[in-house]
């Protein structure tokens, strides 16, 4: 695979890479450069992660050397699964399997928890030198990485140190390309301007899209109505049963306006989910409404569905069975590995969240 098809995969499905010219330089000098993407352990995943599993194979498949990091400490900060280390370790061996389940191979990544890093006093001495060249405006503008406003600082303190530490990780891994949706944008441009000031490298920042929540999405703001743990309707989990999915799909937000195209989770969820999955969508209809009819591409779904060749109510029955059979490997995956699954339905049902 030559530098030009290299860059065509990695971009593939992205909304921004900061930039392109920076990953041509990397990879002419690099043949197997480093990437990470970082989480918060903090329940169930939901298919917004089908996207992020399918890309880390994007960039595995390019040479990357990719490391995802269990950010447990930062959880803890975030007050996720009741601000308990244990239940976020729980969480995090969890979601390894969900990777899995998703089609990451165990043997092409690196798992690594944020522990691990911060018994270093390097982490800190790095700390202290981002904290240093940022202004504390600039921390409280980045917060929206963690779901929360400016004004939560005043609140709970720790909090202002997590868009730092979010920084120091990638400069402590040593990390080519930051990875992460599009919600964790403002702490990547920190750590770039950050390593800017400080004669550091600078990551290159790799951004895919949120998938709108099924109560609506905003096209202006997708971060603010993406799939969420806290709202099990506001998204499919990947766990849900059949009946559950069509249930969910059938209710969703799914406007005919082509400039709501983003905003559209049905749409947008054929677009990065069940068309790199399962390679197409076949829509069942009666023959007075036209008949079966299959799509090979979302271009196809979008230019039938803002033409009114394709109903709603058509478009969210073929989406909820493409959804099911996208999951089905998950389900057997699980069906056959249940401890890590069950084990953190215990402690969510612990804390009166399941």
Known sequence: MDI?????????????????????????????????????????VHLGWAMVASKICDLTDAGM??????????AYINDKLGGNIENIRI???????????????????????????????????????IGKVTSLSRVKRAMTIMGRTEDEAEVDSSKLFYPILQATDIFCMDVDI???????????????????????????????????????????????SKMSKSDPDSGV???????????????????PEKEEETANPVLMLCKHVIIPRTGGLKIDRPEKFGGPVSFSSYDEIAESYFSGKL??????KGTSEG????????????????ENLNAIKEVLKKLGKL
């Open 91 to 129: 969480c995090a061996r969890y979601m390894e399997d969900c990777f899995e389940a998703l089609g990451v191979d165990r043997t092409k990544v690196k798992y690594v928890y944020a522990s691990e890093l911060l018994d270093d006093i390097a982490y800190w001495e790095k700390v202290i030198k």
């Open 4 to 44: 030009e098809q290299k860059i065509e995969l990695i971009g593939r499905n992205a909304e921004e890479l900061v930039t392109a010219d920076e990953l041509r330089e990397l990879l002419s000098k690099n043949e197997a450069p480093s990437a990470y993407i970082g989480f918060e352990p903090s329940g169930l």
């Open 178 to 224: 930051a990875y992460a949706g599009m919600d964790q944008r403002k702490a990547h441009m920190l750590a770039r301007d950050a390593a800017e000031k400080l004669g550091w490298k600078k990551p290159i920042a790799l951004h895919t899209p949120l998938i709108p929540g099924l109560k609506g999405g905003d096209r202006m703001n997708p971060a603010a």
């Open 323 to 338: 959804l099911i059979k996208a999951l089905e490997p998950v389900h057997s995956f699980f069906a056959s590995r249940p």
């Open 311 to 316: 109903h709603p109510m058509d478009l969210k």
């Open 65 to 74: 050397r990719v490391t995802v990091y269990w950010a447990d400490w930062h």
């Open 237 to 255: 989990n990947i766990h849900d049963a059949a009946d559950d999915i069509r249930r969910k799909i059938g209710k969703a937000f799914c406007p």
